[in-house]
């Protein structure tokens, strides 16, 4: 365990500079093949002084010398003076940098200017070479051989001594929480010398340039560098010398390039799956069904059902999905970069988006001015070779062939626009999923015109795959996707449906703007005044306190003095739990609960919601469709058209989508946009951020193949506590730090009760109930652990034995009506509750553990007092059937 002393450390967050050695372009390691060094294994097992770039940690010496903290290696280029710019949270996930805070319209501003600081990059206008001059230098390359599979050998891990693995551990730490250089070497050194004054004799901890030299050869990344033009225009393949057509000079004067971007190959790093044992098991474990028509994972949607016979033949190959997004390093910066993020998608849905098993091959360090293609041609050259040829990886316990495929490649509006080379949301036919045509309209706010789309157009009838394959520059597409070249490429599906960026940053914020009255002249047909949407803010904040924090993805935050601080998942949570409360109460307060704009905001919650679970049914599927027409169909008929975003059309495809690809969850881009916010905090380099980029990347897949390798149960899932009680026949159901105790006659009476009800005859009525029951402090119910506030037990006698507690239950509770129809419709529960959060017809009862559903929280009324909404994760408004809501 790392002291407490070093909590104080993370402070010091500074640049952290490069001490990786770099990979020159004469040395890089191919891509089809592993350069296998025997030196590796001979000089571990002899114990020999390392004394090559290549090889195993050697067990260290003794002499003290050997352990001087002198970092070497090349420093990476920064500046001091905004140190502490980087403060943004690690979770971010909102694309600040494309997506304008509270709009719902990406960004389509003009590339910015490139890096001036680097000498050896001007401001000097080149002039250009002619269109139909300029040749790309990948049109010059040889045809890529796909018949040869991609061969890996994976050694065992090497065993390491007490001090290399506690250096290691020490390193995991000071990256993850993104410590300065100078903290690191002074922790090492108060350590060594602590080590060195105990009159135990103990080796040293390694200097941080060892530590990261050892890993580098335990775990080689296979890092290849590529050319780039310094201005951003293109990546070059490996040994061009090219020039670009920007005509900018692309060397420095010892022949190097002046930029380069780091690749480190897909194949390389799922070899190091492969070769662990218990992920490998996983891999060959497809998700199954937990019901007819029931689908729990992008392997249930038609398009995996459809492509598995002919593609996932052997159990071991691998579905991945690919994120492509923008972002900037600085706030208020120049330095942009799109990152290139993987996700595994034939791991387990509860370890695939876990930081220790997921990939980023590179970040683009670039604008790319429009030929993102060059830089993912490294990325597509793999997969087509994995796709047809495959992969072998030789390991301890056998050699293993598989295959490996992209499912989608996914992103926000703008990243999605640049992979199908569409004309964009703001063309004749902006839509990227349908044909439909988009009507040319005065903004909301009065200046310029804009693309809307309030029209009808068979849902039906998408884009045919001849759009994406051929180029349709009648219809938006200018020419064909690379990834259309993929046996994997199913259509305008491939590019998936982001439910983040979609629901979350763009129509929950966008609905928040016509309810709050930003668009005045705009008839929005739910318009609050100012002093409503503060109480609708401030009872947010009231409520935070009744609500656990670990429950909820995105944070309840008050809308009216924080919206600039509303992340996705932020917006997310609103949606789900605040409009159909807070903002529905106030709604039904100025218009009346049974008007039509009241049920169109409640279908367009429900349809959110339904589209937001993990497991979706036929049934849902169609109440989706349903709801989102009824959203339609008001913002069509009501609303003024220059309110209908590309994005308010988008929801209209998420029952396509959902039917092709299985649950929005199962592809969101969530993953990427925290991975996004950890390289915000970690990129420092202004005069090189891409190298920075490179080598931050570079330390996490060290860090990740370390800890999988040497510390894999503890990824694997949640240990389960050392003290605990499983009742024979629940195996999903623990008691932790159980403890026997004698209960009295007042938990003898619902004990009573609910054996009675459990059993058809009247035995429980007078039988002896043993007064010794367990007790625990915590109860761990499939991966959710419960804390206990005062009587959590598990009981037993009558020759059986239940895993029970003891709960409170709320009564008055009731539920929200709304709707236009005859029958109306309940929307969400809510109960009358006192300041000390009760209420005299509360009662207590004992039933099974399994009636356990979730956390839940509570939201405080902006316009009754003492209401408050009942909220959970999994809530969805209008399916509430009203009860009696317990609480443990």
Known sequence: RIPDYLESLQAQIIQDPEVLPSVSFEEQPGILQQDVDEELLDAHSNNQEDDGPTGSPQHMMTDWDDYDVDMGGEMDVYDYEDDNSQVRDNNDDQNTDYTHAGTDVEDCASEEAYDTTDPYVTNTVEPT???????????????????????????????????EKKSFQIYCWIQENNISRGAYEELVKLLNKWIKDDDIPRVPLLSPYKTESDLGKLFDLQEVKYRMCPKGCRLFPKGSSSPCKCEAPQ??????????????????????????????????????????GVMTDIFHGSVYQNLKDDLFISNLDIAVSLYIDGFRTFNGGNANMTILHIVIMSLPANIRYKKEFMIQVAILPADHTGNLYTYLKPLLNELRILQDAGMKVACDDGEFSLKVHL?????????????????????DYGCRQCRILSTSLIGPAGKGR?????????????????????????????????????????????????????IGANCTSKIWSMISGEFPNVNSTFELDNTTCKAIGAAIAKSTSNIPSSIFEGTFRDIFKKRGSMRSVDW??????????????????????????VEALMSYVIGCCLALQWEIDQDDLVNIKKHFQNWHLHMKNEVDHNMYTINFHLLRHIHGTVKALGPLRAYSTRSAERSIGFFKKHVKSRVSPGENAGN???????????????????????EPEKDEYTVPGYPHIELWDPRLSTTDDTMLVPLRTYWHSFFVDNRAENAVLDTNIRIGKRLYISGTVYNCNEYPQSERKLNQEHPLCLVKVYANIKGTKYGTGVRKKIGVAYGNRGEDNSNVADKVIVTHVDNIKGYAGMLKSSLVEDRQYMIYPDMIPGEIRVGEIGMI
Request: glycine letters at 6%; aromatic letters at 12%.
């Open 450 to 502: 804009a693309r809307y789309y309030p029209g009808t157009v068979a849902m039906s009838s998408p884009r045919p795959v001849e759009d994406f394959s051929q180029g349709n520059a009648e219809f938006g597409i200018k020419k064909k996707t690379e990834f259309s070249e993929l046996k994997s490429f199913h259509g305008y599906t491939f590019f998936g449906l982001d439910e983040m960026h979609l």
């Open 572 to 597: 997310i949570v609103f949606m789900q739990c605040v409009l159909p409360t807070l903002v529905f109460e106030q709604l039904a307060r100025e218009y009346g609960p049974y008007a039509p704009q």
């Open 696 to 718: 931050v990347i570079k330390r996490q897949l060290l860090m990740r193949n370390f800890s999988r390798v040497y510390y894999g149960d503890d990824y694997l899932g949640e």
């Open 251 to 292: 060397f420095k004067p010892n022949g190097q390039p002046i930029k380069a971007m780091s690749y480190f190959p897909l194949a390389k790093q799922l070899s190091s799956f492969v070769a662990i044992k218990d992920t490998r098991d996983m891999l060959k474990e497809t998700p199954q069904s937990v019901g007819q």
């Open 129 to 163: 070479i002619a269109n139909e001059e300029y040749v790309d230098a990948w049109e010059n390359e040889p045809p890529l051989c796909t018949n040869e599979p991609i061969a890996y050998t994976e050694y065992a891990p090497v065993p390491l001594d007490n001090h």
């Open 407 to 427: 499912m989608l490649a996914s992103g926000d509006i703008i990243g999605v626009q640049e992979l199908i080379h569409h004309k964009g949301h703001s063309s």
